[in-house]
C-alpha cells in the first residue's frame, strides 16, 4: 500500500494519518468533508459500525514511528457503565465473535500476538495466553484497556480504542480473552 501515484495520499504517510483525528476520518470515510475528493459512494451506505471498523483497520497499517502517534486520550469510561454491565447468554461465545472480527488481525486467532498486522507492529501485541502475564491484569483494568485504548492505561497507541463496543461486548470480549490464558478473573 504504498499509494505512490496518483491522487490517493499513502496510507502510510505520516502527515495524512495524523492530520486527522478519528472524528475528521469518520466523516471522510462517510464522505461528509466538503470539497473531498475520495469518493463517498461507498462510505454513505455503511454503517456507523462498519465506519470505524475500516478506520481502526486504516489506523492499524500504520509501521511508523509510534512516538509520532497523537490520538487524543480517549474520555474515561464511568465508573457506572462498568457496574452496570452484565454478562448474558453465553459471555465466552459472544467475545469471541468480537475477538475474531476485531482483534485477529493483531493478537492472532489463538491470540499469541501474531496476527498478520503485527509485523508491522513496535512494541508487538502481547501475546494474551501467558497465564502469569494476564492474571496480573484485572478486569477493570482490562475495560479500560479495550475500550479507551493503550493510550489511556500507559500503554502504546498502538493498542487501539473501541468507542463503538458497548460495556456488554466489552465484558463478552474480555471473558473469552480470559480463556486463552486459562487466567481467572480479578
Ligand atoms: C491494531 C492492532 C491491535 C488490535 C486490533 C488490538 N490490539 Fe491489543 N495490543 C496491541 C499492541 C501493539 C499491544 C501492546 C501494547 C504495549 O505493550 O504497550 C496490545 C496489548 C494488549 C493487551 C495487553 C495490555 C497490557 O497491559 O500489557 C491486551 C489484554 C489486549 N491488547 C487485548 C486486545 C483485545 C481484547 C483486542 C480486541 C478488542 C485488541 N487487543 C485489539 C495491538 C492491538
Not at 119 to 143: C, E, H, I, Q, S
Request: glycine share 12%.
Amino acid at each position: 500500500m504504498g499509494g505512490g501515484g496518483g491522487m490517493g495520499k499513502p496510507l502510510i504517510d505520516d502527515e495524512w494519518r495524523f492530520g486527522s483525528d478519528d472524528p475528521t476520518l469518520f466523516k471522510l470515510i462517510r464522505g461528509e468533508i466538503p470539497q473531498q475528493t475520495m469518493p463517498n459512494v461507498i462510505g454513505k451506505n455503511m454503517t456507523d459500525d462498519e465506519i470505524w471498523k475500516v478506520l481502526l483497520y486504516v489506523r492499524s497499517v500504520y509501521a511508523g514511528d509510534a512516538a509520532k502517534i497523537n490520538w487524543a486520550v480517549p474520555p474515561p469510561v464511568p465508573p457506572e457503565m462498568f457496574a452496570a454491565a452484565q454478562h448474558t447468554g453465553d459471555p465466552v461465545a459472544a467475545g469471541k465473535q468480537i475477538f475474531l472480527q476485531i482483534c485477529v488481525p493483531c493478537h492472532g486467532p489463538e491470540g499469541h500476538g501474531d496476527g498478520p498486522a503485527s509485523v508491522a507492529l513496535d512494541p508487538k501485541p502481547r501475546n494474551l495466553t501467558d497465564p502469569g502475564y494476564m492474571a496480573g491484569l484485572d478486569d477493570r483494568y482490562l475495560f479500560e484497556l479495550v475500550s479507551r485504548g493503550g493510550i489511556a492505561v500507559g500503554k502504546s497507541p498502538l493498542m487501539p480504542a473501541q468507542p463503538t463496543l458497548a460495556a456488554e461486548d466489552l465484558n463478552n470480549v474480555i471473558a473469552f480473552v480470559r480463556t486463552l490464558s486459562g487466567s481467572q478473573a480479578h
